[in-house]
């Protein structure tokens, strides 16, 4: 059975840098066929693609959160990590991690997501 | 990056109707294009692929089309818990982009 798992803080402060981690199961990063996505939804709005990383480490970003983001896996462990700087109450939502594969390109198992408020 | 509109942003409907959502990309994504559904406080969940594809065990009530640019989901006699948000997202370039959503309500 494949899953994913998101963990992190639940309450940051404004400026502060969030660091959000995805452990999977049931399948392995190393899997060509595979990757995972960062998506991130604030409250009553629309769904944001913040990030992707891939089987050979190639990564994307969302073009206008581009220098706030960066995304790295650790096989190893079946976890993938993502950190945003200098966050800002905009930033409040909830996070998901979601597998990625080739033979749908879409996102086929999400996690049940994060929620992050973010408030001095 | 790609811009997808979604219309209309939202759309009442009755328990055996169907009903058509339509998403439209600002650049041609082939035939890279999904469709998602999202309950209130539940993760999303990947109901079409490749425009047209069912994702395996969804019900076939739910159909997709379109290439190009212009998309259809169609949800052909709508039952009671298909009441929920849908959302188009391409992944034909990165970043993917998501529409801004359909709400569908009774």
């Known amino acids: 059975q494949v899953t994913l798992k998101e963990s992190g803080p639940v309450l940051v402060k404004p400026t502060e840098t969030l660091t959000l981690t995805c452990t999977v199961s049931?399948?392995?990063?190393?899997?060509?066929?595979?990757?995972v996505s960062w998506i991130r939804q604030p409250p009553g709005k629309a769904l944001e693609c913040l990030a992707q990383i891939f089987s050979n480490d190639e990564k994307s970003y969302s073009t206008s959160l581009n220098s706030r983001l960066s995304i790295s896996k650790d096989t190893s462990k079946s976890q993938v990590v993502l950190t945003m700087t200098n966050m800002d109450p905009v930033d409040t939502g909830t996070y998901y991690c979601a597998r990625f594969t080739i033979l749908s390109y879409g996102l086929d198992v999400w996690g049940q997501g994060t929620t992050v408020t973010v408030s001095s | 990056d790609v811009q997808m509109t979604q219309s209309p942003s939202s759309l009442s409907a009755s328990v055996g109707d169907s009903v058509t959502i339509t998403c439209r990309a600002s650049?041609?994504?082939?035939?890279?294009l999904n469709w998602y559904q999202q309950k209130p406080g539940k993760a999303p969940k990947l109901l079409i692929y490749a425009a047209s594809s069912l994702q395996s065990g969804v019900p076939s009530r739910f159909s997709g089309s379109g290439s190009g640019t212009d998309f259809t989901l169609t949800i052909s006699s709508l039952q009671p818990e298909d009441f929920a948000t849908y959302y188009c997202?391409?992944?034909?370039?990165?970043?993917?982009?998501f529409g801004q959503g359909t709400k569908l309500e009774i």
């Open positions: 997202q391409q992944s034909y370039s990165s970043p993917n982009t």
């Open positions: 049931g399948f392995s990063l190393s899997n060509v066929r595979m990757g």
């Open positions: 650049q041609s994504i082939s035939r890279y």
